[in-house]
Nanobody, 116 residues
Framework: QVQLVESGGGLVQPGGSLRLSCAAS????????MGWYRQAPGKQRELVAR?????????NYADSVKGRFTISRDNAKNTVYLQMNSLKPEDTAVYYC????????WGQGTQVTVSS
């Protein structure tokens, strides 16, 4: 059974940085591209970044985070990361990882709150 465990969230001031991690069990990493998604209160879950499988690691970002967020993956550790810089209050959300497109049950996510 595939499990996704996100970590690294927290409270940060505007302009600050956080690095999220997602550890996945099972064969998800070897079979799928991976993505980071987020869901803000009262809004639908949205994709913020994705990365192809394998060593190439081609990436794609939502316009709202382009130039501020960086997604990466360590296939040996079955882990995907999201480095978030220059955080804004509108980045406040619960962040989740999953395959892209999403193929399995969602994990618990990790809360990111950007506030002064």
């Amino acid at each position: 059974q595939v499990q996704l465990v996100e970590s690294g969230g927290g409270l940060v001031q505007p302009g600050g940085s956080l690095r999220l991690s997602c550890a996945a069990s099972g064969s998800i990493f070897s079979r799928y591209a991976m993505g980071w998604y987020r869901q803000a209160p009262g809004k639908q879950r949205e994709l913020v970044a994705r990365i192809t499988r394998g060593g190439g690691g081609n990436t794609n970002y939502a316009d709202s985070v382009k130039g501020r967020f960086t997604i990466s993956r360590d296939n040996a550790k079955n882990t995907v990361y999201l480095q978030m810089n220059s955080l804004k209050p509108e980045d406040t959300a619960v962040y989740y990882c999953n395959a892209y497109p999403a193929v399995t049950l969602w994990g618990q996510g990790t809360q990111v709150t950007v506030s002064s």
